[in-house]
């Protein structure tokens, strides 16, 4: 099966499991470490259906995924990165900006990736080497300095030490940018600078259930992705910085970070 092929597999997937999301009623949410990293049981229902299914297209394929402590072996040949509901906080306060994000990676490399936003019908989707896409249609990331662009923003909300750092970085690219975005969901807001809408997105601290599909679908869109220090993003299972967005954008952004 090659990349392609995989990614339709993937996309089916995802629109089968925003069904669950599209008919929740009655959420409530589990507290897993404390009251800012909760769970429902949406969460669990729309993993375990995109387990099925990509087992059944793949089988023998690894899962690393944010619910139920699935956390399979990452160098595996073919692994499986999810995030079945990110914005799982928007997804419980009803704020309809979620969305399902799975990233397949082969070899050690990302090969495809696809996130879907079911409220506003948005999927975004790449293949490794073949560009990125929205419902079907070539995007970009910007060309323009950070000057000229808005900015994405996460909080780190699972570690409270990152604050004073985080809102420091947001009131510089504030002045240093056109305005700021917090809409509380990573894998989108990588769509959001992929897609050109904005030029920079950072969070001090973000899973690579959070970032893996992302990362990928800004690549292929012309953007870059690193951490806050400049530096190639790991695929593994700590908590780095993330900065991604157009070229320029990010290297202005870079350039605050480095004299904050």
């Known amino acids: 099966?090659?990349?392609?092929?995989?990614?339709?597999?993937?996309?089916?997937?995802?629109?089968?499991?925003?069904?669950?999301i599209l008919q929740a009623h009655d959420i409530l949410a589990e507290r897993k470490t404390d009251r800012r990293d909760v769970?429902?049981?949406?969460?669990?229902?729309?993993?375990?259906?995109?387990?099925?299914?990509?087992?059944?297209?793949?089988?023998g394929a690894r899962f690393f995924c944010e619910e139920n402590d699935r956390h399979d072996d990452l160098h595996a040949e073919h692994v499986f990165i999810i995030d079945p509901i990110d914005g799982t906080m928007n997804f419980v306060h009803g704020c309809h900006h979620s969305c399902i994000?799975?990233?397949?990676?082969?070899?050690?490399?990302?090969r495809a990736a696809a996130i879907l936003n079911p409220?506003?019908?948005?999927?975004?989707?790449?293949?490794?080497?073949?560009?990125?896409?929205?419902?079907?249609?070539?995007?970009?990331?910007?060309?323009?300095?950070?000057?000229?662009?808005?900015?994405?923003?996460g909080t780190a909300p699972y570690d409270t030490a990152l604050a004073d750092r985080t809102f420091a970085l947001m009131k510089k690219a504030y002045l240093a940018g056109l305005d700021?975005?917090?809409?509380?969901?990573?894998?989108?807001?990588?769509?959001?600078?992929?897609?050109?809408?904005?030029?920079?997105?950072?969070?001090?601290?973000?899973?690579?259930?959070?970032?893996?599909?992302?990362?990928?679908?800004?690549?292929?869109?012309?953007?870059?992705?690193?951490?806050?220090?400049?530096?190639p993003l790991p695929m593994d299972p700590t908590r780095p910085s993330v900065v991604a967005g157009g070229k320029q954008a990010v290297e202005d952004f870079l350039k605050l970070a480095r004299e904050a």
């Open 39 to 59: 769970v429902t049981a949406y969460d669990k229902r729309v993993q375990a259906l995109l387990i099925e299914r990509l087992t059944a297209a793949l089988p």
């Open 1 to 20: 099966m090659n990349d392609q092929e995989l990614l339709r597999l993937i996309c089916e997937a995802e629109r089968e499991a925003a069904a669950l």
């Open 119 to 153: 409220y506003v019908s948005e999927h975004f989707t790449a293949v490794k080497g073949e560009g990125a896409f929205l419902n079907g249609r070539p995007i970009r990331a910007s060309d323009e300095p950070l000057s000229e662009t808005l900015v994405c923003c």
């Open 101 to 110: 994000s799975v990233a397949y990676k082969r070899g050690g490399e990302l």
């Open 180 to 231: 700021i975005r917090r809409e509380g969901a990573a894998a989108l807001d990588l769509c959001t600078v992929a897609a050109g809408r904005a030029g920079v997105f950072f969070e001090l601290g973000l899973s690579l259930w959070d970032y893996a599909a992302g990362r990928l679908i800004v690549e292929e869109a012309g953007g870059v992705c690193c951490t806050i220090d400049g530096g």
